[in-house]
């Protein structure tokens, strides 16, 4: 049985959760194993798609942010932070913007830089097909672009196990 829910609705329900972070880590219709629901997302106005799977990376971890979240202020100095430790190790991040305004995203990234992949997705069309419930949303993909992981939400607590699951899908320590 599958249903549509608007845009307007995923985002009231991803601010709830975002804000009360109740929802259980699984809360995604991807899970450990599957391959992904889509390959790309659109890239920055008027660039070329970005593909969330590249066929280079050891590991990619995907998270799915708005300019609204909360969360997302702590997660994405994080994410640079994962980038810059385990790029040279074959980690490549891609942050996908559900904003429906670019301007949204724009003023956010002026204030929390990204120093790692990002992509556009204003209808919030990848976050259905991926089952995003919580704002932010990661997943993780091993180097043969399988889920290893999901996680919904962002707190300093989050960092240590996401760390040492990125660190065990590089086969690093």
């Not at 969360?71 to 490549?92: E, V, Y």
């Not at 301007?103 to 990234?109: G, P, W, Y």
């Not at 091993?142 to 590089?170: M, N, Y």
Request: hydrophobic share 50%; glycine share 8%.
């Amino acid at each position: 049985m599958s249903f549509r829910i608007s845009r307007r609705a995923l985002l009231q329900a991803t601010g709830l959760a975002a804000a009360t972070l109740a929802l259980p880590r699984s809360a995604m219709a991807v899970e450990a194993g599957q391959a992904l629901p889509i390959t790309s997302v659109p890239g920055a106005a008027g660039q070329a798609a970005v593909p969330l799977f590249d066929g280079k990376a050891r590991a990619t971890y995907i998270d799915f942010w708005a300019s609204w979240c909360g969360p997302c202020r702590q997660s994405f100095p994080w994410m640079n932070r994962m980038q810059s430790q385990f790029g040279p190790k074959g980690l490549r991040v891609v942050a996908v913007n559900l904003d429906s305004q670019p301007a949204d995203a724009q003023r956010f990234l002026a204030q929390w830089p990204a120093q790692f992949t990002l992509a556009f997705d204003p209808t919030a069309e990848a976050a259905r097909r991926f089952g995003i419930k919580a704002m932010p949303s990661s997943v993780l993909l091993g180097a043969d672009g399988k889920v290893i992981a999901t996680h919904a939400g962002f707190r300093d607590e989050d960092t240590a196990p996401l760390e040492a699951r990125i660190a065990a899908a590089l086969g690093a320590s």
